[in-house]
């Protein structure tokens, strides 16, 4: 299972834009993240994918839109 990992040379950075993401991170442990929250190291790539899926983050932070609970279509 691949890790995030928030290093200079890694992956993106994703930002959480919905009102609310439940996070399962590699350690068994869910946080709840709110909106304009960064998601932290320790969440797999599948579980990123499938957060960025519900439209919950977004590598741009441009995309946090106050008032909404998720990302416009």
């Not at 994703?14 to 709110?34: E, N, R, S, W």
């Not at 929250?37 to 499938?50: F, K, L, Q, T, W």
């Amino acid at each position: 299972m691949a890790v995030r990992n928030d290093s200079k040379d890694s992956k993106k950075s994703y930002t959480v834009v919905g009102a609310l993401a439940i996070v399962k991170g590699t350690d068994g442990k869910v946080k709840y993240l709110y909106r304009g929250s960064v998601v932290p190291e320790g969440v797999s790539d599948e579980e990123i994918a499938r957060l960025e899926e519900l439209g919950l983050v977004s590598t741009d932070a441009t995309d946090v839109v106050p008032g909404l609970a998720v990302k416009p279509a």
